[in-house]
């Protein structure tokens, strides 16, 4: 990397390292040279360039920023994080970033907060003079009150707004804050869970589906797993990941999205519309619209599943981690493969030009690329297409096969280095994109010791920064700033025009003529907060122009607290299907007396093919289901459900009260419905928790039919969750279905590589060759027993398919040849003992009655419990290492040479 753009720093303020040789020193923050990959290496749209706005030592290791309305950049930072926390004992820091001369170029930069608590914090927001920092287990606001840029805590203020966050030091957990057109904040967090009290004193708690041990001297909250199950105040359970939408206050705080791995960062456009990215467990990240109150399906509606032990036969990955094929989830959007998905934003309007209005972008560290996404309505739902909007590596592959032998680093290894972690729009209209820089992304590790960090620009050719004069003291100033292009510098002007009540109402009103629709749609929320005549200036939302507006009046009229059911009547009639979604979600906490007629009319609405329709309608029937599937039932059906429409079909199998058990169990048997409607019907019995759907399910296994082996599947699965009270391991012995006593035990090792193995292979030696792809393609043919590349595999370890083009090759070469270093999440081994002596190695992804274990070679093997004598974590990869098979150093060059390129 020694060709890198570089420049020496020295930064005295800052603490040093604990004590390292001098040759060490010379190479790690903060003594080391700042690295950033070359401007010339970026690919954007026609008519856009990247410019480089900032560089290390401006900034280290920046984890998400924002910008103010003087286009201030404020940067939260990760110097410390995860492995790393005690690199800088003082605590991280927020720093603030400005171009004080216009030229381009940030030319000042200083730290606004530095404290212990900060550990590597993953969301900044600047609301005005308020620095949100979101900082596990605590969401802080620090209030400049002076607004001298510098928090003095003998002057200005420090406020824990909420707490109760699971995950210090770790991005499973609290993320940024943005503001929407509603005033409300709205923020995420991963899947790590927690307990916390909005300040309206109601609590909310979320199982956490992954339950990771705290690196570095922490502790978290709360014990997730006692958690589970735990209803929250407003009588819902939630799980996984989740977004929380409140006042700004902290106070009314609602739950309306949840069951995430892990999203980043959230976008709310102008319209209410928010959109995220999610990671994945294998190759299924996804981009994603949040539907209002959605199950998003990550792990098991209690939290205490995998996807793995509930992927049913026949169905690929993204199906099954998403569990699309499951009541009550809703669809998974843009599910695109590997990577690391990180900070993302809604470009409105601004300086790109009017083909960028309406663009979702979304930053993915993993593949070094920053997507773009223009989402259309398509039917309840929207499409999403993708599109490479940035990025330093535009074809995925890797340029040339001299990267092993020192060719031209710039041109080949730099170009992976890029680690976009978060993207945000000026108040001059430009983009900006923050690069984390690393060799490694993912699996909570860094490489890069120099924690080198940069922002650049995109904008149109030869551009000209200018920031607008914002006077926030005058009506014209806060108008100027709801209008402005920067997310939450739009939340300051709707924060001072409400304020000004009466007096806001026509120069508010004048945006209504605006000829963007998403200037329009601010118009429209903040009017219906100002006051009695403001919904009738705003326009009623059966009276606005386009699906869009409509939607967006019909929010606004229920953030401002506003009576909705005459309103909710006439839209579940309207003729666009999105908007009869909307009204189908606002039923959700309405009581079946109002929501019953609505709710009705909406399903006789419903085409049999719309799942983000069939999926609103559900989500409005919550509490409520079997109230909700009698009236739809006698509206659109007959007792008869052989003679179901597959409209109603389809409904019955969301809705899936246990009253519907014997008629699902008809269809089921049905040999004059095809094999698919019987199959929804069986799915539907599986989702019912009585001991009628148990016993409909045996009945089911025990007849001559192509459902036979779907329901043993079934039966087995749930034998140890829902069922599990049911003794179905006794019933299915009983009937001839399956007999634990005479289930064999096929035994599977993997041993560890003995010294002389680790001895004969290291990466040192792998790096020190030449790779070639071709040969490379045939290596690979040895890999498939753990792993699926090059189309063909199994899926035991994870899929290599795209994962090496935005690797270095130091990291793929070493997954290769030390499996065991660094174990991707879900993937480290355990060992079973069986009382007959036999062993047997793999993936434990099934604890219980029976438990599920997979073996290299993808074997997957149903062990009863009563078999069972022991069991442990192995503290080590089941995969095996290069040298295991037989590889030479050439072997792997050539290897990493064909997952750069593939």
């Known amino acids: 990397m020694t060709s890198l753009t570089r420049k020496l720093f020295l930064l005295p303020f800052l603490a040093t390292l604990p004590a390292v040789s001098a040759a060490q020193e010379e190479k790690t923050y903060p003594n080391a040279e700042a690295e950033q990959v070359p401007n010339e290496l970026f690919v954007v749209p026609d008519g856009l360039e990247v410019t480089l706005w900032a560089n290390s030592p401006q900034l280290f290791n920046p984890t998400n920023i924002d910008i103010d309305k003087d286009g201030r950049i404020w940067v939260a930072e ?202 994945d467990d294998p190759p299924a990240c996804r981009v994603s619209w949040v539907m209002e109150y959605a199950n998003f399906g990550f792990s098991s509606n209690d939290g205490q599943r995998s996807w793995r032990v509930d992927k049913r036969p026949g169905q690929t990955i993204p199906i099954a981690e998403w569990r699309q094929e499951d009541p009550g989830m809703t669809p998974a959007g843009d599910v695109y493969g590997g990577g690391s998905p990180t900070g993302n934003v809604y470009y409105e309007n601004g300086a790109l030009g009017d083909q960028w209005i309406g663009t979702f972008l979304a930053c993915e560290a993993g593949r070094n690329v920053v997507f773009g996404y223009q989402p259309e309505l398509e039917g309840a739902g929207f499409k999403l297409d993708r599109m490479d909007f940035m990025t330093s590596n535009p074809t995925g592959e890797f340029a040339g096969s001299d990267f092993l032998g020192g060719g031209n680093s710039v041109n080949s290894e730099t170009k992976t280095f890029f680690r976009p972690s978060d993207v945000a729009v000026g108040p001059d209209g430009a983009l900006y994109v923050s690069d984390w820089y690393d060799a490694r992304v993912g699996g909570h590790q860094d490489l890069d010791a120099t924690c080198s960090g940069a922002i650049y620009r995109i904008a149109p050719k030869g551009f000209q920064s200018k920031v607008p004069k914002i006077d926030l003291d005058t009506i014209e100033g806060q108008v100027l700033a709801l209008k402005s292009p920067a997310v939450n510098v739009r939340a300051v002007g709707f924060e001072k025009l409400k304020a000004q009540g009466r007096k806001a109402l026509d120069p508010v009103a004048e945006l209504l003529k605006d000829p963007n629709p998403y200037v329009q749609a601010r118009a429209v929320y903040l009017l219906y907060q100002l006051g009695i005549s403001g919904p009738r200036v705003a326009g009623y939302p059966a009276e606005q122009e386009t699906p869009e507006l409509k939607i967006a009046a019909y929010r606004a009229m229920r953030r401002a607290g506003l009576d909705f059911t005459a309103s909710a009547m006439r839209l579940a009639a309207d003729p666009h299907p999105a908007v009869r979604r909307e009204v189908a979600l606002s039923m959700r906490n309405e009581s079946i007396e109002t929501a019953k007629e609505i709710l009705v009319a909406i399903a006789q609405g419903f085409d049999g093919e719309d799942r983000s329709y069939l999926e609103a309608l ?82 089911i296994a025990m007849l001559d039919t192509p459902l036979k082996a779907d329901a043993m599947w079934w039966l087995l699965n749930r034998a140890n969750n829902d069922w599990k009270k049911y ?176």
């Open 78 to 279: 990760g110097v410390r994080y995860r492995r790393n926390y005690e690199r800088q004992p003082e605590g991280d820091r927020i720093m603030v970033l400005e171009d004080t001369d216009g030229d381009g170029k940030a030319d000042s930069s200083h730290m606004f907060v530095q404290e212990p608590l900060l550990v590597a914090p993953l969301g900044v927001a600047v609301i005005d003079n308020k620095i949100v920092v979101s900082q596990p287990p605590h969401l802080l606001v620090y209030t400049d009150v002076d607004r001298d840029l510098k928090f003095d805590a003998k002057k200005d203020k420090r406020e824990v707004l909420l707490t109760g966050f699971n995950g210090q030091n770790h991005d499973h957990s609290l993320h940024s804050v943005t503001v929407g057109p509603d005033g409300k904040w709205y923020f995420n967090s991963g899947n790590c869970g927690g307990k916390f009290t909005d300040k309206s004193g109601k609590t909310f708690t979320v199982f956490g589906s992954y339950r990771p041990k705290p690196i570095g001297p922490f502790t978290f909250p709360h014990d997730s797993a006692a958690l589970a199950g735990q209803p929250s105040d407003d009588g819902q359970v939630y799980v996984g990941g989740f977004t929380v939408r409140m006042n700004p206050d902290g106070t009314d705080a609602e739950v309306i999205g949840h069951n995430y791995r892990n999203s980043y960062e959230q976008s709310v456009n102008s319209f209410g519309d928010v959109f995220q990215n999610d990671n």
């Open 618 to 699: 559900g989500t409005g029937a919550t509490g409520k289901e079997k109230e909700v599937y009698d009236a739809v039932k006698k509206a659109m059906a007959t007792d008869d459900s052989r003679t179901w429409s597959p409209a109603f079909a389809g409904i019955a199998w969301r809705l899936h009260p246990s009253s519907a058990v014997e008629d699902f169990q008809i269809r089921a048997k049905s040999e004059t419905l095809d094999r698919k409607l019987r199959k929804q019907s069986l799915d539907a019995i599986a989702f019912v928790q009585t001991r009628a759907a148990a016993d409909a399910m045996l009945t």
């Open 727 to 902: 003794d179905l391991m006794s019933k299915m012995k009983e009937r001839g279905l399956y007999d634990p006593a005479k289930v064999t035990i096929q035994e599977i090792t993997t041993p560890a590589p003995d010294e002389a193995q680790k001895k004969s292979l290291t990466v040192e030696a792998v790096l020190a060759l030449e790779g070639n792809a071709e040969r490379g393609k045939t290596t690979a043919a040895r890999c498939i027993m753990c792993h699926e590349v090059g189309g063909m595999g199994v899926q035991f370890g994870p899929a290599l398919d795209g994962w090496g083009k935005t690797q270095t090759a130091e990291v793929i070469a070493r997954s290769i040849v030390e499996p065991s270093a660094d174990i991707a999440h879900g993937f480290d081994g355990t060992e079973l003992k069986t009382k007959d002596g036999k062993t047997v190695h793999g993936l434990l992804i099934q604890e219980g009655n029976p438990s599920i274990m997979v073996s290299m070679g993808g074997i997957t093997q149903i062990i009863p419990k009563g078999k069972i004598d022991k069991q442990h974590k192995m503290g080590r990869s089941v995969m095996l290492s290069a040298a295991q098979l037989g590889l030479t150093a050439q072997d792997v060059a050539d290897l990493v040479a064909y997952l750069k390129a593939n």
